[in-house]
């Protein structure tokens, strides 16, 4: 299944005006199980981040996370990076349409390649790493990268269904991924031998997740992948879905799952013992 083409139709539409853009993002704030998660995170990895903190989004993308960590509080910074050159551009074009682009700023980077030692506060890399084959070599990169006490915050399919994947040979629902999903402890490994100090790992998309999953993402992206013509009733589809996904997603942000086809994983970088106790 192939994402792109839906992304870059819906592209089409709400990038007409900044505006549109910035009531996509929010759509997408409210539709996706996992912003919920990592939203949930970012609100209390803010309690504690340091004024003007620096960040970045690891795999921007459109840019979503990057707006929303950039309204978080204004003293932030945040760098996006990615692989693709036009989504770079067409994000650095939005932000200065905004006036942002003084805080904000996106780049092209290879991330198994990328690394600015001490620089970063927090690194975010939502549904990303289940698309690079040298996962260790990121993870390295951005241990290298984050400041002492600094964190990476993982959004990721598990092994337990990532990827709408439920045997050896069945295929992924997305097949641009290297794998279909992380084996908790595996991942935790992976981490802690790329030399971060502490990593929490935890399981998202339980079962009320899958059910909302499967109504506000699998059967639209199916439907519209049959033809396009199906954009027209999409929206009244939402409008009977909506309410109950809602809650679905509520239930499944609130609940500890001893399993489920996502991950939210936390990483932190060596502590510096002395800043501690300041």
């Known amino acids: 299944m192939q994402y792109d083409p839906i992304k870059r139709s819906l592209g089409k539409v709400f990038n007409k005006t900044p505006f549109l853009r910035i009531c996509f993002y929010r759509l997408l704030d409210v539709l996706l199980l996992r912003a919920w998660h990592i939203k949930r995170e970012l609100r209390n990895w803010k309690k504690t981040a340091p004024r003007g903190a ?14 929303h960590v950039s309204t978080m509080d204004k003293s932030f910074t945040v760098t996006g990076v990615d692989v693709k050159d036009e989504q770079i551009a067409d994000c650095n074009g939005f932000f200065k349409s ?20 001490d620089t970063f506060d927090l690194v975010l890399s939502v549904d990303v790493m289940e698309h690079i084959e040298d996962d260790v070599a990121v993870f390295r990169n951005v241990c290298e990268s984050l400041k002492k006490g600094g964190m990476m915050l993982i959004s990721t399919p598990s092994d337990q269904g990532g990827s709408d ?13 290297v794998r279909d999903g992380y084996n908790i402890e595996d991942i935790k490994q992976k981490l802690a031998a790329a030399g971060f100090s502490r990593v929490e790992a935890r ?20 439907m519209l992948n049959a033809t396009k013509l199906l954009f027209i009733v999409l929206p009244f589809y939402y409008m009977a879905v909506m309410l109950f996904a809602l809650l ?31």
């Open 98 to 117: 905004i006036n942002q682009n003084d805080r904000v700023k996106f780049e092209y980077a290879d991330l198994t390649k990328f690394k600015k030692p």
């Open 165 to 177: 994947v439920h045997d050896d040979h069945e295929d992924g629902f997305v097949d641009e991924h």
């Open 203 to 222: 399981y998202s998309y339980g079962c009320p997740g899958k059910i909302s999953w499967k109504l506000t993402m699998k059967y639209p992206i199916l």
């Open 248 to 278: 679905l997603n509520w239930r499944d942000v609130c609940k500890t799952h001893k399993s489920g086809t996502g991950l939210i994983v936390k990483a932190w970088n060596k502590y510096d013992a002395a800043a501690l106790h300041r």
């Open 54 to 67: 620096a960040i970045l989004d690891a795999g921007a993308g459109f840019g979503q996370y990057v707006y």
